[in-house]
Nanobody
């Protein structure tokens, strides 16, 4: 059974940093492209960043230069390092196995101004 468990969310002031983690089980993690998505209240879920099996990365324009996606295949873990956070980054953040219907339960990130 595939399971994705996010952690690391919380409340932070604007300009601060957080690191999100997503631990995967039930899959051969190293063989899958992975992604982080987010959904703010009243808005559609949107792509934040993706990372391929070969560690190639892609970012939404809104987070380029501030967020870094990475993975540690030895620990089946996906990361999202978020810096210079803005109030508009407030959302529930989800990890996802790309090209699948497998999502985590989400972790709340709240950035205060």
């Amino acid at each position: 059974q595939v399971q994705l468990v996010e952690s690391g969310g919380g409340l932070v002031q604007a300009g601060g940093s957080l690191r999100l983690s997503c631990v995967a089980s039930g899959i051969i993690f190293s063989t899958w492209d992975m992604g982080w998505y987010r959904q703010a209240p009243g808005k559609q879920r949107e792509l934040v960043a993706t990372i391929t099996r070969a560690h190639r990365t892609n970012y939404a324009d809104s987070v380029k230069g501030r967020f870094t996606i990475s993975r540690d295949n030895a620990y089946n873990t996906l990361y999202l390092q978020m810096s210079s956070l803005k109030p508009e980054d407030t959302a529930v953040y989800y990890c996802k196995i790309e090209r699948s219907d497998s999502w985590g339960q989400g972790t709340q990130v709240t950035v205060s101004s």
